[in-house]
C-alpha cells in the first residue's frame, strides 16, 4: 500500500508533462496569443485541481500516519533524552568536582615541594657563604703570616748588613701562600623541578568520554554589527531576519530607507480556473 501511494495518477502525469513542452513552445505577441496563453493558464489550474482532489486524501492520510509515529517515538524518546540530560549532567558536574580537587591538590603539592626544594637551595647556599667566608679568613691569616715572615726576614737581614737593594728585594718578593679552596658542598645545588601530574582521584568509566565544548553567545548584536562595519569581523557573523525585512518593505514600499536594505516589487499573476 505505501508503495501505490507515491505512484502519480498515469493520465494526469502525462497531461502535466505534454503541458510543460506546450508552455515553452508559447509566444505571446498580440490580443489573440495572450487570450490563448490565459486560457492555457486556466487549464494548467484545472490539471492542478484534479491532482490535488487525486493524490490529496492519500498525503493526508500517510502525513496523518507520520505524525502518530512521530508522537509515539516521541513519547519514548523525550523521556529518555531528559534522564540522559540529568544524569550526563550529573556525571560532568562530578568530573569536574574531581578535577578541581586534583587541581587544587597538585597545586598544593607543587607548592609544598617547590617550598621545600627552595628551602633546601638556601640551606646549600648559605653552606656554600660559609665555606667561602671561612676559605676567606684562613687565606687572610696566611697572608698575615707571611707578610710578618717577610717582614722577619728583612730585619734579619739588615741587621746582617745586608744593602738597601737586598732588604728591599727581600720586600718586594712574592708572598710564599698557599691558599686554600672553599670547602665543595656535598652535591650541586638543586634548581626547582615541577612534582609529575596527579592522576585523577577516580577511575572513569570506559564508556564515557569528556569534550570540552565551545559555543558562541551574542552578548550586543549592536556591537557585532558595527564590528562588521568596521571591518573587524565577517558578516558572515549575522543572518538577515528576512520575514521581518519582507515585512518592513510591505509597509513602506518605495519609502524603505533603510542602509543596506531595499524595497523590491514583482508581479504576481494570479488565475482562476475556468468553469
Not at 508581479?267 to 480556473?273: D, M, P
Request: aromatic letters at 4%; one cysteine or more; a negative charge.
Amino acid at each position: 500500500m505505501a508503495q501505490e501511494l507515491i505512484q502519480p495518477q498515469p493520465e494526469l502525469q502525462r497531461q502535466a508533462l505534454t503541458l510543460v513542452e506546450r508552455a515553452q513552445g508559447i509566444v505571446i505577441a498580440d490580443q489573440v496569443t495572450y487570450d490563448g496563453a490565459c486560457e492555457f493558464a486556466k487549464g494548467i489550474k484545472e490539471l492542478q485541481a484534479k491532482a490535488e482532489t487525486h493524490h490529496r486524501p492519500f498525503i493526508t492520510h500517510a502525513y496523518a500516519a507520520w505524525k502518530s509515529g512521530l508522537r509515539a517515538l516521541a513519547s519514548i524518546q523525550d523521556p529518555l533524552i531528559v534522564a540522559e540530560t540529568l544524569v550526563k549532567s550529573k556525571i560532568g558536574a562530578f568530573e569536574n568536582a574531581q578535577e578541581v580537587l586534583r587541581r587544587e591538590e597538585e597545586a598544593r603539592e607543587e607548592a609544598e615541594s617547590r617550598r621545600a626544594q627552595l628551602e633546601r637551595i638556601r640551606a646549600e647556599e648559605e653552606a656554600l657563604a660559609v665555606a667561602v667566608e671561612q676559605a676567606e679568613a684562613i687565606n687572610a691569616a696566611a697572608r698575615r703570616r707571611a707578610e710578618e715572615e717577610q717582614m722577619e726576614a728583612a730585619r734579619m737581614a739588615k741587621a746582617q748588613g745586608a744593602t738597601p737593594e737586598e732588604i728591599e728585594a727581600i720586600l718586594s718578593a712574592p708572598l710564599n701562600v698557599a691558599l686554600v679552596e672553599p670547602a665543595p658542598l656535598p652535591v650541586e645545588l638543586p634548581r626547582y623541578v615541577p612534582p609529575p601530574r596527579k592522576p585523577p582521584g577516580f577511575e572513569r568509566d570506559k564508556g564515557i568520554s569528556m569534550r570540552l565544548l565551545w559555543r558562541g553567545e551574542v552578548t550586543n548584536m549592536r556591537e557585532l554589527c558595527a564590528a562588521i562595519g568596521r571591518g573587524e569581523c565577517s558578516a558572515n557573523l549575522v543572518q538577515a531576519n528576512m520575514p521581518a525585512i519582507n515585512a518592513l518593505a510591505k509597509v513602506e514600499r518605495d519609502a524603505l530607507r533603510v542602509p543596506g536594505l531595499r524595497a523590491v516589487s514583482e508581479t504576481n499573476v494570479a488565475i482562476r480556473g475556468g468553469m
